[in-house]
């Protein structure tokens, strides 16, 4: 899957939506070619955004998940008015991680249904990651290792009913990790000794290699049946295979 690959400016992204700096977010509606500023004081504690049809949905960190039905410009709030630390769509059904307990809504954000306690260890998270696709939706909580050098390690939380019981894959992976799906395949950095990319196919209960990426991986996208990858040299990769 990962055989070809070939960078891209990140300007020319074509699937991001918006990025933000400290005092503005970038709008984009013209596959990365035309960007313009908006200004909007909410917009700088927007920890993670995603697109639903026409419509943005952002976790914030005092608002809980808010939307824009204007590419950014104005948002408004959801029913869901907890801090937010995590959020994602599979398409028609939103995703999102309040106060360590996972929610999800079918009907744009009006209101949210609780799937039960994950885990205390959420409330002392570094990073959480949270994907879907179809029924299927994972969660993985980074922690950082305060005693002793100071290390990352992750644990992963999925379900397989649409966010209705959510389980704890039983392995820690020892590094800052993160992950996509790609249709129904999980896919996730660092988790093998061997290689920096993996794929699952039973959501994360086993992992199989894919060839070594060339460099150190920041971050993973996905668009159709795409996937693109971020390295450490901050250049964008693509492979379509």
Request: proline content about 3%; some cysteine; overall charge positive.
């Amino acid at each position: 899957m990962i055989a070809k690959y070939c960078y891209i400016l990140a300007f020319l992204l074509p699937f991001a939506l918006y990025s933000q700096t400290q005092t503005q977010r970038l709008v984009d509606s013209s596959g990365g070619l035309v960007w313009s500023s908006v200004s909007n004081a909410i917009a700088q504690q927007i920890t993670v955004s995603v697109r639903q049809g026409d419509t943005i949905f952002a976790a914030h960190d005092g608002l809980g998940v808010i939307f824009s039905t204007d590419d950014g410009r104005n948002w408004q709030r959801s029913g869901m008015t907890l801090p937010t630390q995590a959020l994602t769509t599979n398409g028609s059904r939103l995703y999102a991680v309040a106060n360590r307990t996972p929610y999800y809504s079918d009907n744009a954000g009006v209101s949210w249904i609780p799937a039960g306690y994950i885990d205390s260890a959420i409330s002392y998270h570094y990073k959480i990651t949270m994907v879907a696709s179809g029924n299927n939706a994972a969660v993985l909580c980074t922690h950082f290792n305060y005693g002793g050098r100071g290390s990352y390690y992750s644990q992963l939380y999925v379900t397989q009913n649409g966010g209705s019981v959510w389980k704890k894959r039983p392995e820690r992976f020892q590094r800052n990790n993160t992950m996509v799906f790609l249709g129904d395949i999980l896919i996730a950095t660092d988790i093998q000794s061997t290689t920096n990319l993996s794929y699952s196919l039973d959501v994360g209960k086993s992992w199989l290699p894919l060839p070594t990426f060339p460099e150190h991986i920041l971050q993973l996208y996905t668009s159709g049946t795409k996937l693109y990858v971020i390295g450490i040299s901050r250049k964008i990769f693509i492979s379509s295979d």
